[in-house]
């Protein structure tokens, strides 16, 4: 049913907790698992101008690239994972990644934005939901739950 599994991610705790529900699928059907994290050339000092490797030296000397986490998880469960860097606006990359890789599934967080910071900012994800023609699966970080 699903052989391509695409998680966009921003490395969030929300992001993270849609990994760990990709990783599962994934398993279940044998698929392979595609970590996208898109950097927002418009909310950043990146330009679609900057050279790819450019991008990722900046992102690897900030600490952790934010698909580790996705990957690691991946590895964890022995499940075929790859990594994909872009720049752009999210929705339009991750609607591109999809037709380039023939994604059957994504699988995406939300951050439960609300009000006029959900107005200002938009969501990445309703815009993803609401303009690709695969099955999107939203994962909503519960943060009523207490570690423990």
Not at 25 to 30: G, K, L
Not at 53 to 78: C, F, H, M, Y
Request: hydrophobic share 35%.
């Amino acid at each position: 049913m699903y052989k391509t599994i695409l998680v966009p991610t921003d490395g969030s705790e929300g992001a993270n907790a849609a990994a760990e529900h990709a990783v599962d699928i994934a398993s279940r059907y044998d698929a392979t698992l595609h970590a996208l994290y898109v950097v927002d050339v418009r909310m950043s000092p990146i330009s679609t101008e900057m050279d790819r490797d450019e991008v990722i030296q900046l992102l690897d000397q900030s600490g952790k690239r934010p698909t580790t986490p996705v990957l690691d998880q991946a590895e964890e469960k022995d499940i075929p994972a790859t990594e994909a860097i872009r720049l752009g606006v999210p929705h339009e990359i991750i609607r591109e990644y999809i037709d380039e890789n023939d994604v059957d599934l994504v699988v995406i967080g939300t951050h439960g934005r609300t009000g006029l910071e959900h107005t200002l900012l938009g969501s990445t994800t309703e815009r993803v939901v609401r303009t690709v023609d695969v099955p999107v699966l939203t994962v909503h970080l519960d943060t009523s739950k207490e570690p423990g």
